[in-house]
């Protein structure tokens, strides 16, 4: 997320790395009761935005204030999910 809000992923390139990411956990059963509220929310935002009922900076905003309240909640594991990765894997021409 943090990629994103910081301008290196378009939306495009965010909602696809999200949806794996969302449908592993799933297949995993990896996520906590608020992990999986929190997920759900962005799953639902990016939906919604894929249809023309959210614009970018409203899907911007809310992933801004859905960092902040797992920030003030579970700051350690916040650390770890929102900071950027160590590289962000760039689709290549082969």
């Known amino acids: 997320m943090r990629a994103y809000l910081d ?3 378009s939306i495009q390139e965010f909602r696809s790395a999200f949806g794996a990411l969302y449908y592993a956990a799933k297949q995993e059963d990896a996520l906590d009761a608020q992990g999986s509220k929190l997920v759900g929310h962005i799953q639902a935002m990016l939906a919604e935005y894929s ?3 959210r614009t ?5 905003d809310e992933l ?3 960092i902040r309240h797992f920030e003030q909640s579970s700051p350690v594991l916040a650390k770890f999910a929102f900071s950027p990765p160590l590289s ?3 689709n290549k021409a082969r």
Do not use: M, Y
């Not at 970018?56 to 911007?60: F, I, K, L, P, T």
């Open 64 to 66: 801004e204030k859905a």
């Open 56 to 60: 970018e900076g409203s899907v911007a």
């Open 51 to 53: 249809r023309d009922h």
């Open 88 to 90: 962000i894997p760039k």
């Open 7 to 9: 301008g290196e992923l």
